[in-house]
């Protein structure tokens, strides 16, 4: 298959988009670290890496805005929220276009991604009065018992180049009404949505009026600099999104000096399709899941369990979805399936691939797609059909790659559905309700997100989003996500004219 080339210059419609959206040139010509678009793989921009000085005094900029930002009431701090919002609705053709530019993604996702930006606000405005605490009753009369809940100061956001924007949204908009400060080092491969993002933010900043200079900044560079964010003694809580290989380093180093961390890591998803399945329901399901975003979700699906007896009405409709796919440049045509982010993406599926070969594997697709940009990675979608849960099966690989397994014994499936590393997300297609249940119950899925008759990918904001296991532990967006990004303080209140002590200790001088 080869896709007629292009006749709109990528380079000077990103340009063009960053014009329209605000971002000074001064910020993305002339420096030392090209960014590339993977729909072409042409040099867009060359953006200036932060040396360890102008890092460091960024966050400590943030460091000072933090101790007034802090004191601002939290419904105030919500109308900064409000108003990014609306900044973001107003230039939401531009961002998620400059997303679909830079990360790959077909239109819809793209701006799919900004509405994701766009709905994090409105939640984070709302919560931005219910930043509740309990009251606990207490033993000692006369007395009460509460918890309030402070801002914790510079948060800081690492980001992964296949959601370039809304994990940055995630976790800023609720750091912000929680009253701290933020400073962002994003994707070293999708930097300039971030810088259209901060201008976006800036606009609403200077709308709002009185926030405090340094609110949120960002870092550029690679993991290098990150490791500055997360050595920074002034930041008490790093949001970090990413490989598992990249939690590994981070977890650790914070851990040694007591910050807290977030870690939204890599994913290794499944699904089961039941004897009683809506097979059409699943059928679309798991396209979506197993092939979307070119399969570079973290909530991706990537392993798939299908009972006996369906096997064969399913997997074969699966494998002509999968031949039918079409696959092609984002910006210039309807196709499903965008680029891979670069050549390293594309070596570890093929190598993937090989291994999957080696373990008995049947491959589908996996093939490099002709295009006219020989520096862009296009692939078709890969279906394997495997033996046994094996090899490359047990390890996220970051690319569009479903491998099917048949089963008999829901027992066993559900010991190899949690038998892998990772465990963000996963999925039951079944009608029957004892299978669902168990799916959803202590003994079933042990993933942070566990659906039913709906895929593995596709999350609302409004749920907590993570994973456990090797994907990390940590929790973003929705429900109490909050808390994460603020100190809890217990506060006993003695409004008697005695001093009783707890568990009746005496203690009289
Ligand atoms: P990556 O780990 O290569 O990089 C992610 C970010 O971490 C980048 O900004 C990078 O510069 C930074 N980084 C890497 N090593 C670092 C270090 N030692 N110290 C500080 N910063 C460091 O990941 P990627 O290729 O951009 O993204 C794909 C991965 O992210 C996949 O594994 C995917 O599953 C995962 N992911 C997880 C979630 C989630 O919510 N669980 C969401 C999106 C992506």
Same mark, same amino acid.
Do not use: L
């Given at each position: 298959m080869t896709i007629a080339a292009r006749t709109v210059n990528v380079t000077q419609e990103t340009v063009a988009l960053l014009d329209k959206i605000g971002v000074d040139k001064a910020l993305y010509t002339g420096g030392d670290m090209a960014s590339y678009s993977p729909v072409t793989g042409e040099q867009l921009a060359a953006l200036k890496t932060d040396s360890r000085d102008a890092a460091t005094a960024k966050i400590e900029k943030a460091a000072r805005a933090f101790q007034a930002w802090r004191l601002v009431p939290a419904p105030k701090r919500g109308e900064l929220v409000r108003l990014l919002g609306e900044e973001l609705r107003a230039v939401k053709t531009e961002l998620g276009r400059l997303v679909s530019i830079e990360a790959g993604k077909i239109p819809s996702e793209g701006l799919g991604e900004v509405q994701e930006m766009i709905d994090i606000c409105d939640f984070a405005v709302g919560l931005s009065r219910q930043l509740y605490g309990l009251t606990i009753a207490t033993e000692r009369p006369g007395h009460r018992m509460m918890e309030t809940w402070h801002p914790l100061g510079v948060v800081g956001v690492i980001s992964a180049f296949n959601f370039p924007v809304a994990v940055w949204a995630w976790n800023g908009a609720l750091a912000l009404v929680c009253g701290n400060a933020v400073v962002w080092k994003p994707s070293e491969k999708t930097p300039l949505t971030a810088l259209a993002s901060q201008t976006i933010l800036q606009r609403a900043i200077a709308r709002f009026g009185d926030a405090p200079e340094g609110l949120s900044e960002v870092l550029i560079g690679d993991r290098a600099v990150g490791e500055i964010l997360v050595d920074? +003694?002034? @930041? +008490? @809580?790093v949001s970090a999104t990413g490989s598992t290989r990249m939690g590994r380093e981070v977890g650790p180093r914070l851990a040694r000096r007591f910050a807290r961390s977030i870690l939204e890591l890599g994913g290794n998803n499944a699904g089961i399709v039941c004897p009683s399945a809506d097979l059409d329901m699943a059928l679309r399901a798991i396209a979506f899941g197993a092939m979307g975003t070119a399969g570079q979700r973290c909530t991706t699906l990537r392993r798939l369990f299908v009972h006996e007896s369906v096997y064969d009405q399913l997997v074969p409709r699966l494998k002509k979805a999968y031949a039918n796919v079409s696959v092609g440049n984002p910006l210039e045509t309807t196709a499903l399936v965008g680029p891979l982010i670069d050549k390293l993406a594309f070596d570890g599926m093929q190598k993937a691939l090989g291994e999957a070969k080696a373990h008995g594997g049947a491959v589908n697709g996996g093939e490099r797609v002709a295009m006219p940009h020989d520096k862009a990675y296009y692939v078709k979608p890969a279906l394997v059909e495997m033996p046994a849960q094996v090899g490359p099966v047990l390890e996220e690989t970051f690319a569009p790659i479903l491998y099917v397994m048949k089963y008999t014994d829901f027992d066993k499936v559900i010991e190899d559905h949690n038998a892998v590393g990772a465990g963000l997300s996963s999925s039951i297609f079944t009608l029957d309700l004892r299978e669902a249940e168990r799916f959803l119950s202590? %003994?079933?899925? %042990?993933?942070?997100i566990a659906n039913v008759n709906i895929g593995t990918s596709g999350a609302e904001i409004g749920g907590a989003f993570g994973g456990e296991k090797e994907t990390g532990g940590g929790r973003e967006s929705g429900s109490d996500a909050w808390k994460a990004y603020m100190r809890r303080a217990t506060n006993t209140v003695n409004y008697s004219r005695a001093l009783p002590l707890a568990q009746g200790v005496s203690f009289e001088i």
């Open positions: 920074h +003694p002034k @930041v +008490p @809580v202590a %003994d079933g899925s %042990d993933c942070g």
